[in-house]
């Protein structure tokens, strides 16, 4: 009898071990697939509409500033793409309903003092403070010599955002179309596309930094690894060095892709992968932003699968870029 019950009492133990490890590789399973990490997310209203959505940037806080072609808001009948800026909700764990930035951030059209001046207000990086917004603007375009945009910024005082300054030579040019700014990991490093010559074919990224006096220097051809005979734009650097940007390089899955490459130094990068199919698409994938913390990413895509009816912006997590090998 004895034997028997003993028997039974480690057949027991051994099921309610088995039983255990079953559960233990089961949420292990469950965690790998899980399909909140695995997914690409709409970003949804109120951010998202029926119109095209585009590039974006966060500060710490969790604020977000970003441009809109939406018609309901703009400043101006015919504004191709104003600027926009939410505040993140806690409670909610969303975005608060957006605000158009308004005049003088937002100008309206000015195609009587020159046809270029189409009131395109785009491309905000707002600095991780919330205090200081690159963006890019139409508002000094000039056909002769021909120059569709230029690089501006504003900078928050006493709650309120200053009247945007052109950022001048050697950032903005008369000819180079200057825009996509954004401020490196180092806080001090001002990185922009231009078509400038000397480059390697289309738009290339260069970066600066300012002098002892405050003035940005001759900006760096972030070289090869990063620029090509295509179009490439929109640096955006999280916490490892990594250094996310946009590119019409061969290799990708459509038009634009995003594509990741790692710092070895000041205007020295590795090789250039391609993020991988969970983020490009057939269709334009484009200009990465990092929301606060360091596992999520987010880009505007002309992608259909999961669209609010145009251009949308889109996150996933990092575990889902490809960025080696």
């Known amino acids: 009898m004895t034997i028997k019950l003993f028997k039974r009492h480690s057949i027991c133990r051994a099921a309610i071990t088995l039983t255990g490890l079953l559960l233990v590789a089961i949420n292990a ?33 969790g604020t977000m500033v970003y441009c809109s072609a939406r018609e309901d808001m703009a400043v101006a009948p ?53 205090n200081t917004i690159y963006f890019k603007s139409d508002r000094l375009a ?73 003035n940005w220097q001759e900006p760096v051809n972030q070289g090869p690894n990063i620029n090509t005979a295509g179009e490439e734009f929109h640096f955006t650097q999280d916490e490892s060095g990594m250094v996310y ?22 205007n020295s990068w590795g090789p250039a992968r391609n993020l991988g199919p969970q983020v490009n698409t057939a269709g334009a994938d484009m200009c990465p932003a990092l ?10 895509s002309s992608r259909q699968d999961n669209s609010l009816g145009n251009i949308d912006i889109f996150w996933t997590r990092k575990l889902n870029l490809s960025t080696s090998d």
């Open 245 to 266: 940007f946009t590119s019409s390089r061969p290799g990708g899955y459509g038009g634009m892709d995003l594509w990741g490459a790692m710092q070895q130094g000041p």
């Open 78 to 130: 015919g504004d191709p793409k104003d600027l926009y800026i939410a505040t993140f909700n806690k409670e909610t764990g969303s975005w608060n309903t957006p605000v158009n930035m308004g005049i003088p951030i937002n100008q309206p059209p000015a195609t009587s003092d020159d046809p270029l001046r189409l009131g395109d207000d785009r491309e905000p990086w707002i600095t991780s403070d919330g």
């Open 29 to 61: 399973i469950a965690a790998e697939d899980n399909w909140v990490d695995l997914a690409v997310h709409n970003f949804g209203a109120p951010i998202n509409t029926m119109w095209a959505e585009g590039e974006l940037s966060f500060a710490d806080d």
């Open 142 to 214: 000039t056909s002769s010599p021909r120059n569709m945009n230029d690089i501006f910024v504003t900078h928050k005082v006493n709650g309120q955002w200053s009247e945007p300054e052109l950022v001048g030579f050697p950032i903005s040019t008369d000819a180079g179309n200057e825009h996509c700014p954004a401020i490196l990991q180092d806080g001090k490093t001002l990185c922009f596309a231009s078509l400038r010559e000397g480059g390697f074919g289309g738009s290339d990224i260069y970066c600066s930094q300012p002098d002892a006096n405050g």
């Open 291 to 300: 929301p606060p913390g360091a596992d999520s990413f987010s880009w505007f």
